[in-house]
């Protein structure tokens, strides 16, 4: 099993940047392909991000392209997601998680997950 305990959320104006961080403890971190999902108050929980194992390998969804990047240090058990412009509707509740299938968009492929941080972004 892996433990993943998510940092870095909080109030910030629109056109900011927050850093969000995953830590993760117990088994081989970088046998797990590395994931960040949101869910925003009264929506379902949506993909993202996600990172390869080596970290070779990065996908976003489309919203986040360009605004939003996704890193990990294998060393540190670490995985980040580095937010840059950030908008009102990207408030929401921000999960890592660790699964085994690369690039995955489906909540349902990953089997470990943080317990969540806060991002709130004011207009």
């Not at 890193?71 to 660790?98: F, G, H, I, W």
């Amino acid at each position: 099993q892996v433990q993943l305990v998510d940092s870095g959320g909080g109030l910030v104006q629109a056109g900011g940047s927050l850093r969000l961080s995953c830590a993760a403890s117990g088994r081989t971190f970088s046998s797990y392909d590395m994931g960040w999902f949101r869910q925003a108050l009264g929506k379902e929980r949506e993909f993202v991000a996600a990172i390869s194992r080596t970290g070779l390998s990065k996908y976003y969804v489309e919203s986040a392209k360009g605004r939003f990047t996704i890193s990990r240090d294998n060393a540190k058990n670490t995985v980040y997601l580095q937010m840059n412009s950030l908008k009102p509707e990207d408030t929401a509740v921000y999960y890592c998680a660790a699964g085994s299938t690369t690039g995955s968009k489906r909540a349902e492929d990953y089997h470990y997950w943080g317990q969540g941080t806060q991002v709130t972004v004011s207009s």
